[in-house]
């Protein structure tokens, strides 16, 4: 019997807004990196445009408007114990709305200055991105 496995694309936001960036704080319901934070973003769906399928999980997620500026990063992990292949992309964002309400994945919000970004919970590769970034 074949076994069966997926590929699927994913989108984050580096959102920045007076030279700081959004954190977001994943709830303990979630079933990847419960409780620890996250940046913005989530899974497209079928024929949706990755930029129209950013700003639609932003909005979904946080209540913000943004604009998206550009791509400033790829990335890949499996899940599912290797039978699906998630390939993501994180793009530069500025918002164009201020208040945050967030969704019932998430628990907590933050703007820290990307210097900070050591001080939370969040995985190793978007500590790197953010520490690689000229703000």
Not at 22 to 42: A, P
Not at 47 to 72: A, C, F, N, S
Request: zero cysteines.
């Amino acid at each position: 019997m074949r076994q069966m496995r997926e590929v699927y694309v994913a989108v984050k936001a580096l959102v920045i807004r007076d030279g700081k960036i959004l954190i977001i704080k994943r709830s303990s319901k979630e079933d990847v990196y419960r409780n620890e934070w996250d940046l913005s973003g989530g899974k497209l769906e079928f024929g949706e445009h990755p930029i129209d399928g950013l700003k639609r999980e932003v909005k979904e997620e946080t209540g913000l408007e943004i604009e998206v500026i550009k791509p400033i990063s790829v990335w890949t992990f499996f899940k599912n114990d290797g039978k699906t292949q998630v390939i993501g992309i994180t793009f530069l964002a500025k918002p164009i709305s201020d208040e945050i309400k967030l969704s019932k994945e998430h628990v907590d919000s933050k703007w820290i200055l990307p210097e900070e970004i050591d001080n939370y919970q969040i995985h190793e590769e978007i500590k790197k991105l953010v520490k690689s970034l000229n703000y």
